[in-house]
């Protein structure tokens, strides 16, 4: 036991885990004590694995010791607080994991609190004080303890590091400077510092503006996405209020519907009924004369049978037509056919308001806005599968290829009459309609027009307003070999590169860009249009002379 007035090193009776004096302290197998709770505490950490290890040492165990307090230990350590035992100052504590140990201890290492890029050494409070004492040591560079000391160490001489070499942009020794170096810009590694300090204050400063530039641009984007979920939930409300009253008025015309067809029903079999009965009142009438005259054609009194045939062999008029009007089975059928033309136009007009409402979102394209793909590869990524509607094409166009190309033949084809057919120009439209980003390629030969174009484009006509790019409706590629325009809007732009016999599409519709490449790997711009659509458009496509031809490509 300690004699009284001796004040023992109070480091040694610590627990290295939590730095206190011990507190039921227990000694593990390898010699090394801890409070109870606190080896208890690493140890339940490590429950996940079979092998326990001792926080100092590192030693393992297998199975996990059994932790029985230390009494000795204990009692050794009651008498030492009663002597005025105190735990260790926080910046004596021993290194652990993690920390940058002294390199002036011996044996067990304190924590450092500074290292010198001078000495290239780190200290702990008591090794530190002759950098403060001390005059030599004053000029150091003291900064806060690093294990990266060794950095500021030439590799080639073990010199430390204190010229920078402009030339190789790098840190050297002085011996460099005079060797693999020799006749380099070189300067003083503190003077580099100070230059590079204030290229550091600008960058910052550039850093700080793009940071508030940016908080900017998310507090608009924020403030973006607030009003578009406030405007979705308006938009969904008052939609739901909207269909549910097109719902029930829906419902009304189907009971409506439903009445009147039970009314007319009961009133024309009402009427029905009302003749049956009526003829069957007839015929019971005539069954009863046939069974008189039947009788009387039996009597063997002649006076008899004179005086009776004159009453019974004169006929009432008929209560009805020579012929019953009777109406077909399918009475009802023109009805059924009313109701189903009803529901197709309701689709159908449902299906272009569809279209109409998607184009009124409002989007955040100024900041969410993706760049246009460069290469073939990141084309092609948007390709769609298109194909051309017939009830467009002009009677002098063929359709084949599952009609995805278009042939000019001399002589007409008989299409059905159709609405929707060109009659002026021979020309042809998709069946589908596009929107988003899409890109389609299209192989032609002759002289071709390359198009896009609303919906709603005329169809007939003696003028122009008809021809794709003759109107603000659609927009056209002219190719042919000395005949390279884009058109719009009968305003002709000339195209200063040859067009190549294949032509790449690329349209952003809600970016308003409407691009035509040469098709190759790296994807030769002709022409780019940048706009605002309204409606989705349908790829177009025109021939001019008999044998051209035109045909969209397979994209994989």
């Keep these: 036991m300690a004699q009284r007035g001796i004040q023992p090193d109070s480091a040694k009776f610590c627990c290295s885990i939590c730095l206190d004096l011990l507190k039921d302290p227990v000694t593990i197998p390898c010699g090394h004590s801890y409070c109870m709770s606190c080896i208890k505490d690493c140890w ?4 996940h694995k079979e092998i ?5 040492c590192r030693r393992t165990f297998t199975p996990r010791p059994v932790l029985e307090k230390n009494t000795m230990f204990a ?38 609190l500074k290292s010198c890029l001078a000495c290239l050494a ?9 950098h403060y004492d001390s005059a030599p040591f004053k000029k150091h560079k003291l900064v806060e303890a690093t294990v990266k000391l060794q950095e500021n160490i030439c590799s080639h001489h073990d010199e430390v590091m204190k010229i920078f070499c402009r030339t190789d942009q790098q840190c050297i020794c002085y011996l460099c400077s005079m060797d693999e170096h020799k006749g380099h810009d070189t300067v003083s590694a503190a003077a580099e510092r100070t230059e590079r300090q204030e290229e550091l204050g600008l960058s910052r400063q550039k850093i700080q503006q793009r940071i508030q530039d940016t908080e900017k641009d998310v507090k608009v984007l924020q403030q973006e996405v607030e009003a578009i979920s406030r405007s979705a939930d308006k938009a969904v409300e008052d939609s739901e209020e909207i269909f549910t009253e097109l719902i029930h008025l829906l419902e009304k015309r189907r009971s409506d519907m439903k009445q009147q067809i039970r009314s007319q029903q009961e009133e024309e079999v009402s009427r029905a009924e009302e003749v049956e009965e009526k003829l069957k009142q007839e015929i019971a009438e005539l069954r009863r004369k046939d069974a008189e005259l039947e009788q009387l054609s039996h009597t063997q009194d002649h006076i008899h049978f004179l005086q009776k045939y004159p009453s019974l062999s004169c006929l009432s008029e008929s209560t009805h037509s020579p012929s019953i009007n009777i109406r077909p089975l399918s009475y009802f059928e023109d009805v059924t056919a009313a109701v189903s033309e009803l529901r197709d136009k309701l689709q159908e007009l449902l299906s272009e308001e569809r279209s109409k409402i998607s184009l009124t979102a409002t989007g955040v394209d100024v900041l969410l806005s993706q760049p246009e793909p460069k290469t073939r590869a990141e084309f092609l990524q948007y390709s769609c599968h298109i194909t051309l509607d017939p009830n467009t094409a002009h009677p002098r166009l063929s359709l084949s290829e599952e009609n995805r190309k278009i042939t000019r033949m001399t002589n007409g084809h008989s299409y059905p009459s159709h609405s929707d057919r060109f009659t002026r120009w021979c020309q042809v439209l998709s069946r589908e309609s596009l929107t988003g980003r899409c890109y389609w390629e299209v192989k032609w030969k002759g002289r071709v ?7 709603d484009i005329s169809r007939t006509g003696e003028g122009v307003a008809c021809g794709f790019g003759y109107s603000d409706k659609s927009w056209s590629l002219i190719c042919y070999n000395r005949n390279r325009h884009f058109r719009h809007n009968n305003i002709e732009t000339e195209i200063p590169l040859p067009v190549s016999s294949r032509v790449g599409v690329y349209l952003d519709h809600r970016a308003g860009v409407l691009s035509f490449y040469n098709v190759s790997e790296t ?3 002709l022409h780019r249009v940048q706009t605002t659509f309204t409606q989705p458009l349908h790829a177009g496509l025109c021939l001019f002379d008999d044998g051209a031809i035109a045909e969209f490509c397979e994209l994989k």
Excluded: N, W
């Design 75 to 112: 009692e050794l350590l009651e008498e030492m607080k009663k002597m005025g035992l105190q735990a260790a100052p926080p910046d004596l504590c021993y290194a652990g994991p993690g920390d940058v140990a002294c390199d002036f201890c011996s044996g067990r290492k304190l924590k450092a």
């Design 52 to 56: 326990y290890s001792c926080p100092q």
């Design 122 to 130: 780190s200290y702990c409070e008591q090794h530190l004080q002759p």
């Design 449 to 455: 027009h390359i198009a896009v174009s609303y919906k």
């Design 523 to 525: 994807m030769t711009l």
């Design 44 to 47: 339940d950490g490590e429950e």
